[in-house]
Structure formats: C-alpha cells, structure tokens
C-alpha cells in the first residue's frame, strides 16, 4: 500500500515540478530539478519494492537476505527524502526500516520457511 501512494506522490511531484512558474533561482532548482527526481525516485524505489512484495508471496525464499542487504539503499533512499522534502518517500523508508527489524528479528523463522519451500519443490 505504501509503495502505491508513492508511485501516485512522485507522479504529483514530477508534474507539480514541472508546471510550477517560479520567482528566483532556488525556487526554479526545486520545482525544475528537485520534485521530479523525488518524484522519480519515489517511483522507482516503490516499484521495486512493490515488485518483491508479490515476489514473495507466492515464493518466500531470500526475504531475509533481501532485508539484510536493503539496509544501505533504504537508508540513502531516506537521507534523500529528508534532503529534498520528500515526506511520504520518509514514511516509507522508516517504514521498509521497521519491516527490516522484523526481518531480522526472525531470521531463523524465516530461513526455516525458505528451506522448507526449497525441499518441497524438489
């Protein structure tokens, strides 16, 4: 759900970035460079991640490697959003943060899953 409002906000901030007359240079910067890359970024971030969401409902191997190795790219993804205001891109990255810890969290459970999956389709 999260990454469907974000795809819906970038594409509000990619036309509002390009729609916007503008009164000074940082105000032109915002609204001709800034907003569309946000918006761009929220686009590609939430589809990905959308994406690997129906991934791994119909198969549940590498949930837990995933999250161990997302850690970096969520935590750019949120210092770029509070960078450039990106308030909902925030509220998913401390969103994809608290799944991570889940994640973490039950590690063994997971792996379990994965290698029961993995058994059962030999």
Known sequence: ????VQIL???VLMINGY???????TEAMLDFIYLPLIGFWNIYASSTRF???KQMLI??????RHYEK?????????VLNLVLG???????????LVVRNYAMQNKDALLS?????LKNAK
Not at 113 to 117: D, K, Q, S, T
């Open 1 to 4: 759900m999260v990454a469907i």
């Open 51 to 53: 994406k690997y969401s």
């Open 70 to 78: 997302s850690f970096i790219s969520t935590i750019v993804f949120l």
């Open 86 to 96: 990106g308030v909902i891109g925030v509220a998913g990255a401390i969103y994809d």
């Open 113 to 117: 899953i994965e290698n029961e999956v």
């Open 9 to 11: 906000l970038g594409i």
């Open 19 to 25: 729609n916007n007359d503008f009164l000074s240079f």
């Open 59 to 64: 198969r549940p191997i590498g949930i837990y």
